[in-house]
């Protein structure tokens, strides 16, 4: 088959290489708000510096600093089960460790990395997040651990294209940071990134290998402008496609840096005669 004389191969391949990071987000603190960059620089074999570093712990979870181990997430404050935690305008400073939490017109602020500053934020949790607490909070944390929603440390990559199809799914606006991706592609056609499994992707000079479709869970009923827990994301995806798959995972196999509007491409395999 040929397209104004490229092969469907070169065009397939065209396609794949007209992309761009529209965004690039992390998640400081698990659960709460989303922090956009503007640029970043990978490491092999880690997630986006600082994603996940902290958790709030709900319940005594087993978690050792000493030796940190992969948790899933009911084990700590999630969006999956505690929406309110949309309402929370979090920020993190790199520099200083300080988390300040704004909420109903009101700021905390702690240094994670000190007694003091922890208490400061656990303290705020026990006093205004009551009922969703199955015991004490605790800011947890371990050098070099992200509490990810899989044990793999990665890179979660959510298509533009694909959230705007599940817009025609469900019928309204989806906002993208309901998928609480690091990155954010345009340019893909939608469910494209499905394709990539396996394949390499290149920003630059960062190769990121695409390693396993994203299982969504019921975080993302929640709006994160109004914290209001509706549609049903996950449920609209079965019924469509017998799946409840949007975005992939990717591990960076080489590190460098990235930044908003930086090309996409996917790595080209030897074409086999």
Not at 44 to 53: C, H, I, V
């Amino acid at each position: 088959m040929e397209r104004n004389g490229e092969s469907a191969y070169e065009y397939g391949m065209k396609q794949q290489n007209s992309a761009t990071v529209a965004g690039i987000y992390r998640y400081p603190v698990k659960g709460l708000s989303p922090e956009a960059l503007d640029n970043v620089t990978l490491q092999e074999g880690q997630t986006l510096p600082a994603d996940r570093r902290y958790a709030i712990e709900n319940g005594p979870s087993g978690f050792d600093q000493a030796d940190p181990k992969y948790f899933p997430k009911n084990r700590f404050l999630m969006l999956m089960r505690n929406e309110r935690l949309a309402a929370l305008q979090s920020r993190y400073n790199d520099g200083s460790n300080v988390l300040t939490i704004g909420y109903n017109n009101a700021e905390v602020r702690g240094d994670l990395e000190t007694p003091d500053g922890r208490a400061a934020i656990e303290t705020f949790f026990t006093e205004n997040f009551s009922p969703e607490l199955k015991g004490p909070p605790k800011i947890l944390s371990a050098q070099g651990h992200s509490f990810s929603d899989v044990a793999a440390k990665v890179v979660s990559i959510i298509n533009l294209a694909s959230v705007a199809a599940i817009e025609t799914i469900v019928g309204q606006p989806v906002h993208p940071l309901r998928f609480r991706g690091n990155l954010y592609v345009s340019g893909w056609a939608a469910w494209q990134e499905f394709d990539l499994l396996g394949k390499v992707l290149t920003i630059g000079s960062v190769r990121l290998k695409v390693v396993k479709r994203i299982v969504r869970c019921a975080a993302v009923n929640i709006d994160p402008v109004t914290a209001e827990r509706g549609m049903n994301i996950p449920h609209a995806l079965m019924q469509m496609f017998d799946h409840a798959d949007c975005g992939v995972y990717a591990e960076v196999i080489t590190g460098g840096d990235i930044k908003a509007d930086d090309s996409i491409t996917v790595l080209e395999e030897q074409r086999l005669l």
